[in-house]
């Protein structure tokens, strides 16, 4: 116990710090996920063909490549990527990106891609006739959506996207190959000082049960919320 | 772009998607034997028993892969005992630490998907059995084996694609794999882009080679045949 301690004696403050940091990099990757979902479910539900294949062009590359491939490419390629694009509003010097908007980004695009397929599969799964019914009711396109078309998809993509930030929140454990400090990396360090490798593996396994038997509560609570009148 | 750098990282790539490849197919098998193992222990009465295989999918499907891999290769070694023990010789070996990581945690995998599949098998099957004065064993090899297999195919397939991303984690514990390679590429040329293309693409063969498979025993055992 006197390795978990907080204070400079211990790793326990380090390590509490390490899942704040695993819990923001999550959540900040799942709402990035989202942003993309927001912006590729329309293209694979589109009439147009082309809209099509870029959606499933993203889909398919994400969840058919490894995650920590993708994470390579950002961690090496997302500085170059920015100085090219600076160096065309004539800014040549090196710029370096935070390891925590890579990685965010990273895991964001990966869990974006699986949200993706649930949005996708939640909206065809509603009735035609509910489109239907909010047309005809002369709402704003605006209000179909928010009012008639969003409730019941959320209904049906909740127990779908839990599993999505199940995905997410174990993925970010990958990030630790880019140097930044959550659950893994901390380990790996307390590991590497302590010589005490199989304690802090196992404290970073029991983190992850705590976080996702945690998340599993809080969302069968928001399932149940969003299932009132079923 | 650099097509030179693309066709050259071809031929060392090639090798790494072997390596990646006996990875999967050995995890797969002793996965899949642990993964019917735990199903049937699911399946049982006795609720400690239950309670054990419900633990064991719980902890490795809760975890990330990743700590699983370091438990094993890092932490195992620190353990006095099994040094001295015939299990050294295995454990030292980061490819079989490795392969112990990924078949038990692909078994957790397996094991809830064929208990869904036995679950869902109709009671009604094994009664006709009965009737037909098969014995229990035959029924269950016969009958519940087949049927169960047909279930859990499209979700086995998932389990394949997801276990074939999850080798590239050997290259954490320093196995050259296809991820291991591209890495090492990658952090000598500084041209991540390009080696992306290739490692990618490579990776998204496997997977729609699998996923034709999938789909190819999916119509053989299909019941409307």
Redesign the interface.
Known sequence: MELLAFGDTGWGDELFYATLMTIAVSITAMLIGFLFALIFTPLKLSKYKIFNFIGNFYTTVIRGVPELLVIYLFFFGGSGAIMFVASMFGYYEYIEINAFITGSLAIGIISGAYSTEVFRGAVQSIDKGQFEAAKVLGLSKFTQFYKIILPQVLRIAIPNLSNVWQITLKDTSLISVTGLVEIMRQSYIAAGSTRDPLFFYSFAAVLYLILTFLSMKLINRLEIRYSRGF | MDLELILNSLPKLLPAALVTLKLLISSLIIGLIIGLGFAILRLNKNIFINKFAYGYS??FR???????I??IY??????EYLRSTFLWAIIKEPYWCAIIAFSLNTGAYTSEILRSAFQTIKVGVIEAGKSLGISNKIIFYKIQIPIAIRQSLPAYGNEI?LM??????A??VTLMDL?GV??YI??TT?K??EV?IV??SI??FM??CIHNLIKFLEKKYSFSN
């Not at chain 2, 890092?74 to 353990?79: D, S």
């Open positions: 719980y902890l809760g975890t990330p892969l990743l700590v699983q370091f438990i890092y932490g195992l070694a620190q353990i694609i074939l991303k999850g080798t590239s984690l290259s954490t991820t591209a890495k990658i952090s500084f991540p882009i992306f490692a990618g990776y998204l997977t729609f």
